[in-house]
């Protein structure tokens, strides 16, 4: 089965600190990788995905991810963080296979705070 | 954001009850999810429904029942739940089970059981 581990659990950051979560998955084959953001009081909603092309993803709001096959990393990264940055960060994993009848498997979430 | 819903957003509910959550997309999709996150836990999937037809039953007990009557609607019927389900209950959408389809979330039933 499917793992998605984040490192991080809860990071607290000043205004304009550059920005590294890291995410390692454990899955051999084929993957499609996927960070999910959760703003307080607001659903899941996704920053950024990656199925194939170049590793180097660009998402919303200045977000990126990078994906290190030989590393099994997708780390995501933001230069300058924002006070409206302050949410819980999810990787999550699907199996690029076809089919996808196994859902996503997260990780368990990143709480970033980012101080004004 | 409006393409996927959920009722209701809060239910406390007895060991001997029955009820049901509801979930509607608004987005012409045609694969849907339930998912459960615990406090402390990933999200954990539970089922997986394409075309109104149940394709993955993650080892789920029989307490809770799914139900998709069609491409747009999805429940989750309730009974006699344990205290150790409290959680938040999540609905999915994607246009389809492909791997690299976009899930949208619901903003969640949190659910509590007494």
């Known amino acids: 089965a499917q793992s998605v581990s984040q490192h991080n659990h809860h990071v607290i950051l000043s205004e304009a600190a550059s920005l590294e979560l890291g995410c390692n998955y454990s899955?051999?084959?084929?993957?499609?990788l996927f960070w999910y953001v959760q703003y307080p009081g607001q659903h899941l909603q996704l920053l950024l995905k990656?199925?194939?092309?170049?590793?180097l993803v660009k998402g919303i709001k200045g977000f990126e991810a990078e994906f290190i096959k030989s590393k099994f990393s997708f780390n995501l990264r933001k230069p300058s963080v924002q006070w409206s940055d302050t949410a819980e960060y999810f990787c999550a994993v699907r199996e690029g296979s076809g089919g996808g009848a196994d859902g996503l498997t997260f990780g368990k979430g990143t709480h970033l705070i980012i101080q004004p | 954001e409006t393409g996927v819903t959920q009722t209701p957003r809060h239910l406390v509910m007895g060991m001997t009850n029955k009820k049901s959550l509801k979930c509607e997309q608004h987005?012409?999709?045609?694969?849907m999810y339930w998912y459960k996150q615990s406090a402390k836990k990933p999200l954990e999937l539970m089922f997986v429904y394409s075309l109104e037809e149940r394709v993955e039953n993650n080892s789920v007990p029989s307490r809770f029942s799914p139900e998709c009557p069609n491409s747009s609607h999805l429940f989750l019927h309730l009974h006699t739940l344990q205290p150790e389900d409290s959680a938040l209950y999540l609905c999915?959408?994607?246009?389809?089970?492909?791997?690299?389809?976009?899930?949208?979330f619901g903003p969640g039933t949190r659910l509590t059981v007494l």
């Open positions: 899955y051999g084959g084929t993957v499609n």
């Open positions: 987005l012409g999709h045609n694969a």
């Open positions: 999915a959408s994607s246009q389809s089970t492909r791997g690299t389809d976009t899930q949208y």
């Open positions: 990656y199925f194939s092309g170049d590793p």
